[in-house]
T-cell receptor
Framework: AQSVSQHNHHVILSEAASLELGCNYS??????LFWYVQYPGQHLQLLLK??????LVKGIKGFEAEFIKSKFSFNLRKPSVQWSDTAEYFC????????????FGTGTRLLVSP | GAGVSQSPRYKVAKRGQDVALRCDPI?????LFWYQQALGQGPEFLTY????????KSGLPSDRFFAERPEGSVSTLKIQRTQQEDSAVYLC?????????????FGSGTQLSVL
């Protein structure tokens, strides 16, 4: 069965710092990859997704992620974080089973100090 | 409504009590999921419906958990004889269905606390 690892559980940054959150998955076949974000008191929202094509994916709010198949990784990046990026970030994966049965990582809590 | 609606928002139950959690998906969404999110963890898949058919219930942790979606819209997750380990946030998500290029829309969840 597939699994997702997010190695950074808590990250604290100052505004304008660059962000990279790690995500590794274990599955030998074709995968679809996602990053979801949960702002305080809100529901999970899709940040970006990769299905095929260009491995560098751009999402909302200036976020991007790069799929590196050889490393089984899908790291999330943002060049300059803002206080409003304080949230919990979840990496997730599905396989082509016909429906989106997401397998999530444990999440990374990001705190951006002003 | 505009999004996925779940009720109640919070539920406190005594150990052994039965609970029912409701999910109203976005109108017209064929596919519906239930996830369980324990404290400090990511959401874990419980079950999946396509219309009224429960196509996958492999994530339900025990036979005390039961989900239904009788008319293909509203879904109810029922937990019988609740235990402390059932304490978690229960998330419902839906999408239009028919393509893996769709994105899931999540509700805000029901936070269940079993005392």
């Amino acid at each position: 069965a597939q699994s997702v690892s997010q190695h950074n559980h808590h990250v604290i940054l100052s505004e304008a710092a660059s962000l990279e959150l790690g995500c590794n998955y274990s599955y030998g076949g074709t995968v679809n990859l996602f990053w979801y974000v949960q702002y305080p008191g809100q529901h999970l929202q899709l940040l970006l997704k990769y299905f095929s094509g260009d491995p560098l994916v751009k999402g909302i709010k200036g976020f991007e992620a790069e799929f590196i198949k050889s490393k089984f990784s899908f790291n999330l990046r943002k060049p300059s974080v803002q206080w409003s990026d304080t949230a919990e970030y979840f990496c997730a994966v599905t396989t082509n089973t016909g429906f989106q049965k997401l397998v999530f990582g444990t999440g990374t809590r990001l705190l951006v100090s002003p | 409504g505009a999004g996925v609606s779940q009720s109640p928002r919070y539920k406190v139950a005594k150990r052994g009590q039965d609970v029912a959690l409701r999910c109203d998906p976005i109108s017209g969404h064929v596919s519906l999921f239930w996830y369980q999110q324990a404290l400090g963890q990511g959401p874990e898949f419980l079950t999946y419906f396509q219309n009224e058919a429960q196509l996958d219930k492999s994530g339900l942790p025990s036979d005390r958990f039961f989900a239904e979606r009788p008319e293909g819209s509203v879904s109810t997750l029922k937990i019988q004889r609740t235990q402390q380990e059932d304490s978690a946030v229960y998330l419902c998500a839906s999408f239009v269905g028919g393509s893996t290029n769709e994105k899931l829309f999540f509700g805000s969840g029901t936070q269940l606390s079993v005392l």
